[in-house]
């Protein structure tokens, strides 16, 4: 089982960055998909984007695409979200999900291990 653990959150003015981290261990991060989701405050929690292999193909929620950044550096077991231009309704705890590669379906977008979470909060 891989351990996950995000940081990187915070408060940060619309139209601003914040860069989330997640720091896998336990297990070689080459060898999972990679995703972040979100749960906003009485919403259930979303999907926000994927990437199941470094170099490979990635995956964006609607709302997120052309602002949102995964990657992932797995010599440092590491896989980022950046966000940029951000707005008060990307509030919300961002999770960063893992899913061995054999299993992984980008239609289902189901992940099995998943980190403690990190409050993002976009002020207006």
């Known amino acids: 089982q891989v351990q996950l653990v995000e940081s990187g959150g915070g408060l940060v003015q619309a139209g601003g960055s914040l860069r989330l981290s997640c720091a896998a261990s336990g297990r070689t991060l080459s060898t999972y998909a990679m995703g972040w989701f979100r749960q906003a405050p009485g919403k259930e929690r979303e999907f926000v984007a994927a990437?199941?292999?470094?170099?490979?193909?990635?995956y964006y929620a609607d709302s997120v695409k052309g602002r949102f950044t995964i990657s992932r550096d797995n010599a440092k077991n590491t896989v980022y979200l950046q966000m940029n231009s951000l707005k008060p309704e990307d509030t919300a705890v961002y999770y960063c999900?893992?899913?061995?590669?054999?299993?992984?379906?980008?239609?289902?977008?189901?992940?099995?291990?998943w980190g403690q979470g990190t409050q993002v909060t976009v002020s207006s």
């Open positions: 999900a893992a899913e061995p590669r054999i299993q992984f379906n980008s239609v289902t977008m189901k992940f099995g291990s």
């Open positions: 990437m199941p292999w470094s170099g490979g193909s990635s």
